[in-house]
């Protein structure tokens, strides 16, 4: 499992989280399963992408 993390400044706008969520998207498999988490703090906005492991039959 891959993990891509990345803090932001509470008055961040959601166009730049969403820019890096897609730049991130773009540089994995398209058929990898993703799953994105979005938190917020104090201070600061966190955003968390799992990319999980395929598995092989």
Do not use: A, S
């Amino acid at each position: 499992m891959k993990t891509f993390q990345k803090y932001f400044t509470e008055n961040t706008p959601e166009k730049t989280i969403d820019k890096y969520i897609k730049l991130v998207l773009k540089t994995i498999d398209p058929d990898d399963q993703v799953e994105i988490y979005y938190d917020f703090e104090e201070g600061m906005q966190k955003v968390n992408i799992k990319v999980l492991d395929r598995v092989l039959h």
